[in-house]
Every structure is written in C-alpha cells, then in structure tokens.
C-alpha cells in the first residue's frame, strides 16, 4: 500500500533554514508528481510546490525564490528545502500523491518558525 512518511520538521529562528524529507513506498515513484502542501492552524491546506516525474516544479508566490523542491527517484524521496524562513511558514507541512484519481498524504512533519 502507498505510505508517505515525512521528517525533518522543527523549531527555527527567523531567517533559518530546514530540509523536509517525505520517504514514499508502495508504487512507482518515479512515475509520479509529488507535491507538498502546508496547514497553518485557523487556515486551510495550501500548496507550497509540486514536482513532475521529469522534474518541473512549481510553487506558491509566498514560497517563490526561498522554496526549493527536489526528488532523488533511487531513494523513492521527495524534498523540501526551505531557507529564509519567516514565521508565517509556520505550519505542518505535508507530502501528497495523486495517483489513479485518488489522493494520498503523509501524516506530516511541524514547522515552527520563531525566536
């Protein structure tokens, strides 16, 4: 069965950096766009930035220039490093599949961004 799991969440100061992992199992990886989508508390699941299988990647303004996702397709894992981080990143932050028409998502990994 698909499994998402995500690491790599935690407590940093404005300005910081962190690299999400999301270690995928059960399907093709390689043959899939990935995607990581955040949740704030109060808000909605927002997307912060997809990759295709051949690598094109796409983002949110808000994350635009600071965001930077990546997949290694031999380690079946996508990633997020994010860098000048500010306190409105603060969420939990998630990686999905869409696969066959139905959607898959880990169980998350917080950021909280504060001093």
């Known amino acids: 069965q698909v499994q998402l799991v995500e690491s790599g969440g935690g407590l940093v100061q404005p300005g910081g950096s962190l690299r999400l992992s999301c270690a995928a199992s059960?399907?093709?990886?390689?043959?899939?766009?990935m995607s990581w989508y955040r949740q704030a508390p109060g808000n909605e699941r927002e997307l912060v930035a997809s990759?295709?299988?051949?690598?094109?990647?796409d983002y949110a303004d808000s994350v635009q220039g600071r965001f930077t996702i990546s997949r290694d397709n031999a380690k079946n894992t996508v990633y997020l490093q994010m860098n000048s981080l500010k306190p409105e990143d603060t969420a939990i932050y998630y990686c999905?599949?869409?696969?066959?028409?139905?959607?898959?998502w880990g169980k998350g990994t917080l950021v909280t961004v504060s001093s």
């Open positions: 999905k599949l869409r696969r066959y028409g139905l959607d898959y």
């Open positions: 059960g399907f093709t990886f390689s043959n899939y766009a």
């Open positions: 990759i295709t299988s051949i690598k094109i990647t």
